[in-house]
Each structure stands twice: as structure tokens, then as C-alpha cells.
């Protein structure tokens, strides 16, 4: 069972996707780690546990919301941060 999820915004319907990346080598999905970047000479940054960004765009109005959550699917987190919307 599917399930559709609204905009916050404009209650237009969600649709999942992704940030593209460019990274050397090909094209990979956008990931958040924590902390401001701190320059390494070896890799560009310093990177520690880095989680994989799921986005949503509205079709209606184009609105992103973007999540990076451990542990939990990413419609979970839509759905529960909009129960009270």
C-alpha cells in the first residue's frame, strides 16, 4: 500500500526523490554529517558518519523538504512530522 503525502505548504502531492551530487568519479546521492566542514589535505573534508538525504518536492508548488534521519524510513519521518499540521 502506497501512501500519498501532502504539502505543507500548499496540500499539493509529495513526490520522493533526491539531491544529485557530482562527485569525482560519477554521480551519487547528497549526504548530511554533523558539525561545520573542517578542511582535511587528504579528502578536501573531514567527514564522520554521514547519512543519506531523502527529498520531497511538491508538484504542485515545488517545495523541498529534505530528511536525514538513522533508523527510521523516510515516508515514517514525513508522515510524523506533518501529524500535526
Same mark, same amino acid.
Given at each position: 500500500m502506497e501512501t500519498t503525502l501532502n504539502c505543507p505548504k500548499c496540500?499539493?502531492?509529495m513526490e520522493q526523490g533526491f539531491i544529485?551530487?557530482?562527485a569525482h568519479g560519477g554521480a551519487t546521492v547528497s549526504k548530511w554529517t554533523e558539525g561545520p566542514p573542517k578542511p !582535511? &589535505?587528504?579528502t578536501g573534508l573531514k567527514v564522520g558518519e554521514a547519512l543519506? &538525504?531523502?527529498t520531497y518536492r511538491c508538484t504542485g508548488c515545488g517545495y523541498l523538504e529534505s530528511?536525514?534521519?538513522k533508523?527510521? !524510513?523516510w515516508e515514517d519521518e514525513f508522515q510524523r512530522s506533518h501529524e500535526h499540521a
Open positions: 496540500k499539493g502531492q544529485l551530487d557530482y !582535511s &589535505i587528504w543519506q &538525504i531523502a530528511y536525514a534521519r533508523g527510521e !524510513s
